[in-house]
């Protein structure tokens, strides 16, 4: 049984640019949620999506959109990358019916912006 | 504002030397604490969840505590697969679907 796995594990963007981060939840999962985790820092929620619709969002500006397909899967986007955008971005999925002790987490994508 | 700050920033220790991690936190109202291991490169593992003033929970070599304003996870003779960093995070009454992260101990246990 296959994990949160995210996609591309690496990326290397510039300045101005924009980014699309994806994620496919754990099997039998259909709620995602999107953490950014910098340097030394600990993760810090965007937001959780589901049934196709962003459900909650945290302290983040409009440039961090998201998207939620029917298969559930899920996609980050920013735009316009900011050097402060530099993270590990993680995304964990549950079931809707479970509590957090049952958020899994994926490995991240490495954003690192140039 | 709700926070939550770990300390030490990292630690230490010789295989078998025990010793505490602590959790501090200031929030409005607490839904969970919860403990989690991440090794580099890799997203956080889940390991303990505590509800209420006086919970304990035990997995292996790891004992995790709480009280009404920190938690604390003691380890136990201490082996060196148990290095990683060791987050905090909480659960809010009114905020069920986020969790507000410490930055984390990050533990070297040295043969």
């Known amino acids: 049984d296959a994990g949160v796995t995210q996609s591309p594990t690496h990326l290397i963007k510039t300045r101005g640019q924009q980014v699309t981060l994806r994620c496919s939840p754990k099997?039998?999962?259909?709620?995602v949620s999107w953490y950014q985790q910098a340097l030394g820092q600990g993760p810090q929620f965007i937001f959780q999506?589901?049934?196709?619709?962003?459900?909650q969002r945290g302290n983040f500006p409009d440039r961090f959109s998201g998207h939620q397909f029917p298969n559930y899967s899920s996609e980050l986007n920013v735009n316009a990358l900011l050097l402060g955008d530099s993270a590990l971005y993680l995304c964990?999925?549950?079931?809707?019916?479970?509590?957090?002790?049952?958020?899994?987490f994926g490995s991240g994508t490495q954003l690192s912006v140039l | 504002e709700d926070q939550v700050t770990q300390s030490p920033e990292a630690l230490r220790l010789q295989e078998g030397e025990s010793s505490s991690l602590n959790c501090s936190y200031t929030v409005s109202g607490l839904r969970g604490l919860f403990w989690y291991r991440q090794d580099p490169g890799k997203g956080p593992e889940f390991l303990f969840t505590?509800?209420?003033a006086g919970e304990e929970k035990e997995k292996e070599r790891l004992k995790a505590t709480l009280t009404k304003k920190e938690s604390f996870l003691h380890i136990t003779a201490p082996k060196p697969e148990d290095s990683a960093t060791y987050l905090c995070?909480?659960?809010?009454?009114?905020?069920?679907?986020?969790?507000?992260f410490g930055t984390g101990t990050r533990l070297q246990v040295f043969p």
């Open positions: 999506y589901y049934e196709e619709e962003e459900r």
């Open positions: 505590l509800y209420s």
């Open positions: 964990a999925s549950r079931t809707s019916g479970a509590t957090n002790e049952k958020l899994f």
């Open positions: 099997s039998g999962h259909d709620t």
């Open positions: 995070a909480v659960q809010v009454r009114y905020n069920t679907d986020k969790l507000i």
